[in-house]
């Protein structure tokens, strides 16, 4: 088996790239912290995989030919299909489905 993996490096340092929710203690409702890397050179924008792997689905709905997989849901929980021969973003991308007992999974019918 085969394996990729990568690095990439997003230069811009001004932008909101991934935030990280509200800082609280500050004097404004509407603050936002971003997500942020030390470095001896200073602080840089920090972007999850998760943030890279949304993008990427976003940009490749519009390719012919693409076919997402579909997205289940448990409450707070998102995951695909997992089926890496059906769609190639799981195949692309990976995938981790660990099946649920709880109720709502069974509601949803994603059980």
Avoid: H
Avoid at 43 to 56: G, N, T
Avoid at 67 to 91: C, H, M, Q, V
């Amino acid at each position: 088996m085969s394996f990729l993996s990568g690095l990439f490096l997003v230069n811009c340092p001004a932008s909101a790239l991934n935030n990280a929710g509200t800082i609280t203690g500050t004097r404004n409702d509407n603050t936002v912290a971003v997500k942020q890397i030390k470095t001896k050179e200073g602080d840089y924008p920090y972007v999850s995989a998760q943030a890279v792997r949304y993008w990427w689905r976003e940009a490749l709905k519009d390719v012919e030919g693409w076919t997402p997989s579909p997205i289940f849901r448990e409450g707070k929980i998102a995951y695909t299909d997992a089926n890496p021969i059906l769609y190639a973003e799981d195949d692309c991308f990976g995938y981790m489905r660990a099946q649920s007992t709880k109720e709502d999974a069974k509601k949803s019918g994603s059980l």
